[in-house]
């Protein structure tokens, strides 16, 4: 198929007609992909096809192999880690972008994919109640985002690291990042990238909400300051992953601005939310930190991969990663190249699939649908509060409710396996799909709701699976 084949647009024509019956369909589809190890790779060829192929094959394959080893993401009973779901009109937007190909790294290389980007993160930055002094960009994940802070805020210590390294100097002294056992894990990461050490990494402790407690932080701060260290960031959470719990931002802020160090704010599940304005306390704090991250393609039905970091100041960024080649040098000026603020050269052209996200839905939609998800989790939690020998284990003010089986009596160690055992058969039924935790060492089972078609009859059928699966598992004498 070439660009004059007539053929070109038939094919374009299957796979909308593909992609309208997938979102009509999805829930015939089983959410946890049922194929082993090795299925795929053994069903293909271990070489590249020597002559080109027709698309006709190639799409039937895709529909006859690829699809089985899909674990459906966009299914509306998709529980498990965070549910995300790709607005039916990202798509189109997705595909628009694909048949562009531009590629952002500078303005001029495309002056639309910057300023749209400058736009559409403008209208988040206002939806979120955030001061216009923040200047957001787009990255395709948290954790490259949260990488990108952290060289940012190392960077910011004037230490000379961007020119000298860090190898191999007597002058330098530890660098510290502070974070709580519920950090996410990319934080740690760009810490081991960075060259900080794991040992750098100090976990605060938290209260009984699971949030960090300033107090601890200010001591741990004093005390590395008092023995030589170097404090470099804390990072505020607001929705960590296993529980979305929230760390006090604004306690936080007061407790890292008298000690200048950099703050971090990693909202990436739970930012969204503050477009609520019963929820706008989220980011309490978070307006003058030096960095904050939002996910859209995690509860802002973007498709993935879509993340924004705001940063106070966007020049510290380019302090840190801009490096010109001769022949990337342009004559405009005021105007963002945003391969001057990361480590990528090359850029996708993502503003476009959030820009008609925001225009489908305005602000109200999406008001609407994070709202029916808050509301459908409360429900959820009331029903599993309600019931005999199951407990809700920890807060859940936003879309995630965390629980866990304690039939009478039962030892913490055998109540991991049998929860477990419950979650593993509720998931082999590929009706539904949950993940699992732990907190204070035990396993805890999980729902997020999140996608944009779940309905309550999809979160109910969650729950009577779960509870079918633990009434299999209770000897029949308890029956
Ligand atoms: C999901 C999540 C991340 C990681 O997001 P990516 O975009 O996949 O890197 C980081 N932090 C928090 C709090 C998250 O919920």
Redesign the pocket.
Known sequence: MTPADPDLEGAFAQVAAWIGRYYRETRSYPVLSQTKPGDLVRALPSEAPVEGQAFERIFEDFQRLVIPGITHWNHPRFFAY?AISAAPIAVLAEALAAALDVNAMLWRTSPAATELEDVTLGWLRAMLGLPSTLHGIIYD????G?FTALAAARESLDLDIRARGMAGRGDLPALRVYITEHT?S?VEKGAIALGLGRENVVRVPVDDAFAMRPEALARAIDDDVAAGRRPMCAVA?V???STTSTDPVAAIRAVTRERSVWLHV?A??GGPAAILPEFRWLLDGAHDADSIVV?P??WMFVPV?L?VLFVRDPEQLRRTFSLVADFLETPETGVHNYMDYGLQLGRRFRALKFWFVLRAFGVRGMQERLRAHIALAQELASWIEAAPDWQVVAPHPLSVVCFRYVPGGIEDAKADALNTAIMDAVNATGEVYLSSTRLYGRVVLRIAIGNERTTRDDVALAWELLQREAFARLPLTAR
């Open positions: 965070f994940t948290a954790s490259i949260g996410h990319h959470t929705g960590t992953t990693d990436a599940y996910n393609h995690k991969d993340s």
